[in-house]
């Protein structure tokens, strides 16, 4: 059963270094499955959490099933989202000399999480792709019929969300093409 000296307890036993979030600490054991194994976390701004823009100091936690955005404001109130890492397709970060952004696509959204100390936020993005390689193959059903979606191969659709990202496309040329892949 977590508790909160557990969760800090791990949190140092991890190394991690997490800025203006003790709020957050302070919560996170409500909700952290009592079997499930914080393997990183990290602080940043989140940016954009599946597809909504937000601009919001939090903590983003990595476990053995699935990454939690979470966030508590001045008065309190509590958002937190969730993404299975079985529909993470991949993981980018951007750098500069301090500070860095990491990026979590799945099939239609993408989370943002930027002004994240470079180190941490590196340790964070290998944890996760060490993770997605341990996770069991999705089942390909039978010969003739299409592949679930968390089988398929992704890269076309992040090629176009980077186009789209780049301005080269415009939102509904995205969303045409998306819903063309998808279909």
Same mark, same amino acid.
Request: glycine share 4%; no cysteine; aromatic share 6%.
């Given at each position: 059963?977590? #508790?909160?000296?557990?969760?800090?307890?791990?949190?140092?036993?991890?190394?991690?270094?997490?800025?203006?979030? #003790?709020?957050?600490?302070?919560?996170?054991?409500k909700l952290l499955l009592q079997d499930e194994k914080m393997i990183y976390i990290i602080s940043g701004d989140l940016k954009k959490i599946h597809n909504e823009v937000m601009d919001h100091s939090g903590v983003v936690v990595l476990t053995d099933s699935r990454i939690i955005f979470f966030r508590r404001n001045i008065l309190g109130e509590m958002t937190t989202e969730t993404t299975p890492l079985h529909t993470i397709s991949s993981v980018s970060t951007k750098s500069g000399l301090l500070f860095a952004s990491l990026h979590i696509y799945t099939a239609n959204n993408e989370s943002v999480v930027e002004d994240t100390l470079k180190k941490q936020l590196i340790k964070m993005a290998g944890f996760i792709q060490a993770q997605l390689k341990v996770m069991p193959e999705q089942p390909l059903g039978e010969p003739g019929k299409q592949a679930p979606v968390a089988a398929r191969d992704y890269s076309l659709l992040e090629k176009l969300f980077e186009l789209k990202t780049k301005g080269v496309l415009t939102e509904e040329e995205f969303q045409a093409e998306k819903a063309r892949f998808l279909a």
């Open positions: 059963m977590w #508790t909160a000296e557990k969760v800090e307890a791990e949190i140092k036993r991890l190394g991690a270094e997490l800025i203006w979030v #003790t709020s957050e600490v302070s919560h996170l054991h």
